[in-house]
């Protein structure tokens, strides 16, 4: 593994491959149906404001007349608002800016199903260096028993201590057996986001992100910025809802004469075209527009709430990575103490005043540490985790 780059625009470069592979096919067919949809929907609304052509052709038959007649007629219809006191460009706008907030969804939504492939990869690593500090710590236990049954048999303690040896052991295999099982649940749910073999994945290693960096682009705000928009052109919509609108028709018609009216100068081709000007008058306008404006003013405290939560979370984040480093120096301390402690054990055992009991249970408690710093370490990264999960290309 090597270290991520920073670059400016928070791309995140993972080894040599998107990490967004990591997803199932089915799982990645589904998130692009979803934004092909968006786009789609996003152009159908954007157009609403057009109004479609309407082509008709009817036939009628008659027995008014002496035996029976038929007319035909053929008709292009068009009644299209040109002028809305801005209410049409103010329906694009707010098209365009929901186009984009469902887009920031589906985008959150592919993110944090990588998040959840990605915490689950670092937590089975977890679960397989707990594993192995807990085999260690059973290979003490019955070190332990085995001191304590030496030191009961020869009257130098009673049988508490051997008993609590015995006790100490069968928790710690509890431990063990209670960790293979969650190793399990774990595999199985990542088999639910992605193909791969999670042994065949090698984990990114993150660096602390830049603050301004993080709220700057962050997913979370750039959607209250559309949302922030959205609810602003949609304001400005219900206000030009109760303004004179200005449209216009025309038809064209194709039809046969009506029976009564042969001999008349009457064209069977024609012609209709005109304009209307039209202005609504409803007791609830008023409470239409304010409850309109309320939902736009609440939208900007929300995106100060969300930025003010974010800004709490990334302080968080930034606090508990610095305790999990102080974690890891107190644990390189007790590692090399520990090791201390060995190579006293092995000269003493050299010597005759000590047994390999002591000596290994000393050195297996060096590497207990060790793979506690290692546990820290996956500690950390699934702290910065939290924060790269809501950054836009923060899986690319």
Not at 137 to 163: C, F, H, M, P, W
Not at 200 to 229: C, T, V, W
Request: charged fraction near 30%; glycine fraction near 4%.
């Amino acid at each position: 593994m090597r270290k991520l780059s920073l670059l400016f625009s928070l791309t995140i470069l993972i080894n040599s491959s998107d990490l967004g592979d990591i997803l199932s096919k089915n799982r990645i067919d589904l998130i692009e149906a979803q934004k092909e949809k968006v786009k789609t929907e996003a152009k159908r609304l954007e157009n609403s404001w057009i109004n479609p052509i309407r082509v008709e052709y009817s036939k009628n038959y008659s027995t008014q007349f002496s035996g029976t007649t038929s007319t035909g007629e053929f008709i292009i219809s068009v009644n299209q608002p040109i002028f809305k006191m801005g209410g049409i460009l103010e329906a694009i706008d707010y098209a365009k800016a929901l186009g984009n907030v469902n887009e920031l969804d589906i985008e959150l939504q592919r993110q944090k199903l990588i998040t959840n492939a990605l915490e689950i990869l670092f937590n089975l690593k977890k679960a397989n260096l707990n594993r192995e500090k807990l085999k260690l710590l059973i290979q003490n236990d019955e070190l332990d028993i085995l001191i304590q049954k030496s030191n009961y048999g020869a009257g130098v303690s009673d049988r508490t201590l051997y008993d609590k040896a015995l006790l100490k052991r069968n928790q710690d295999r509890t431990a063990l057996l209670d960790l293979e099982m969650n190793i399990e649940e774990l595999k199985a749910n990542f088999r639910l986001l992605s193909d791969k073999n999670p042994e065949d994945i090698e984990l990114p290693i993150f660096s602390m992100i830049d603050r301004d960096r993080y709220i700057n682009s962050n997913l979370e705000l750039q959607k209250g910025k559309y949302k922030i928009a959205q609810q602003m052109h949609n304001y400005k919509m219900v206000k030009t809802k109760y303004l004179p609108e200005f449209s216009i028709n025309g038809r064209y018609v194709d039809e046969d004469k009506n029976p009564l009216f042969m001999g008349a100068d009457i064209k069977s081709r024609y012609y209709t075209y005109g304009f209307r000007v039209s202005i609504p008058i409803s007791i609830n306008s008023l409470r239409d527009i304010e409850s309109s404006k309320i939902d736009y003013l609440n939208s900007k405290i929300e995106q100060e709430e969300t930025k003010k939560s974010l800004l709490n979370e990334y302080l968080l984040v930034k606090k508990r990575v610095d305790i999990l480093k102080q974690k890891i120096e107190l644990s390189r301390e007790d590692e090399i103490s520990y090791l201390n402690i060995y190579r006293s054990s092995k000269e003493l055992e050299l010597a005759g005043d000590g047994t390999s009991y002591e000596t290994k249970i000393a050195k297996n408690s060096a590497d207990i540490r060790a793979l506690d710093q290692k546990i820290y370490a996956i500690d950390i990264e699934l702290e910065l985790l939290k924060l790269y999960a809501k950054v836009a290309n923060g899986y690319r």
